[in-house]
């Protein structure tokens, strides 16, 4: 039986062939996404930044501390690395002490800013900006102005906290607390200035709105609905606060610490103003090696580690909180 055929109708449009079934010479060409640089124009300035004022020194920091020489006669590159052993093995309790007063100062700021940033997220209206306001306040005064005022407040002399406990009955208190101090080897005549405990005190005030100010970043964005939830389901505040708010505000946390951490491990102003010769820090010892030593070498070499120890302990604390959302 033959097939019926069926012809198109005249006049009827061919169908259209796909376009990899042409010849390669009848293809339409693809035209090439158009390149846009304004994504390159807007990072260029932070680009910029970082080379002048991040990779640039650092490249010179480390180029200084290998070379030989004096400041009359003009430094030489020798590639001198053993400067760092050196640095490393006469500096080495400045630097643990350095780490070791940033870590405590870190973790005090951490059990204070806390309940404050949380206090301040869970305000509104005028309120919570007035708080917010107070809490940068500080940066409206010089960070030495802010230091020399703790030598006011803790001195044994006529001090604000003197005052304040002679005024309440409690001046015992203040005398006991130097007592402790001496006992314990932190302070050579009982005075509670010029001491470890004034050096990590100066270093958390200082520092405190670092911690604060991202905590409550992530505190601010904490949906209430989910804490209803967790009510909801029988959780009680504190499982409440282990399980659903720690959580979600660690990026704050890990913010805060590293704001925190990082700078006042570099420290020197409280170091010099609430310390003494037994809690020098290793960013004293390199303003010393700078402007006092003139030996640059030195000084660069030291600048050098502690950044390469700053650098890994960010990227180990990192990796350890589980969370890489730097808020």
């Given at each position: 039986m033959a097939e019926a055929t069926v012809d198109a109708p005249s006049g009827a449009a061919e169908p259209v062939r796909p376009a990899t079934s042409l010849p390669v010479h009848q293809r339409p060409r693809r035209r090439r996404p158009r390149r846009s640089w304004v994504p390159y124009l807007l990072l260029a300035p932070g680009l910029l930044w970082l080379i002048v004022f991040y990779i640039a020194p650092m490249v010179t920091t480390a180029s200084?501390?290998?070379q030989e020489g004096n400041v009359d006669d003009g430094y030489t590159f020798t590639g001198n690395v053993a400067i760092f052993a050196h640095a490393l093995s006469t500096y080495w309790p400045q630097l643990l002490r350095s780490l070791f007063y940033a870590g405590i100062a870190t973790l005090l700021a951490l059990v204070l800013g806390y309940p404050l940033a949380y206090f301040i997220a869970s305000r509104r209206g005028r309120m919570k900006n007035i708080l917010l306001v107070l809490v940068i306040a500080p940066f409206f005064t010089s960070f030495l102005i802010r230091t020399m005022a703790w030598q006011t407040f803790l001195s044994s002399e006529g001090g604000t906290l003197t005052t304040i406990l002679n005024?309440?009955?409690?001046?015992f208190l203040f005398d006991w607390f130097g007592n402790v101090l001496q006992w314990i080897g932190a302070s050579p005549n009982g005075e509670i200035l010029y001491s470890p405990w004034a050096v990590v005190w100066g270093l958390t005030y200082n520092f405190l709105p670092f911690m604060i100010l991202p905590l409550y970043t992530s505190l601010d964005r904490l949906d209430g609905r989910l804490l209803e939830a967790a009510g909801?389901?029988?959780a009680t505040p504190r499982e409440t606060f282990r399980h659903v708010t720690w959580p979600l505000s660690l990026p704050g946390v890990v913010s805060g610490t590293l704001l925190t951490f990082i700078p006042a491990s570099g420290d020197f102003i409280n170091s010099r103003l609430l310390g003494n010769t037994n809690t020098v820090m290793i960013g004293q010892v390199i303003d010393s090696q700078f402007l006092r030593v003139l030996d640059y070498?030195?000084?660069?070499?030291?600048?050098?580690?502690?950044?390469i120890i700053i650098l890994a302990l960010v990227m180990i604390y990192v990796r350890r909180a589980g969370t890489e959302e730097l808020v």
């Open positions: 200084l501390s290998m005024w309440l009955h409690l001046g909801d389901l029988y070498p030195l000084a660069s070499a030291l600048s050098f580690i502690l950044l």
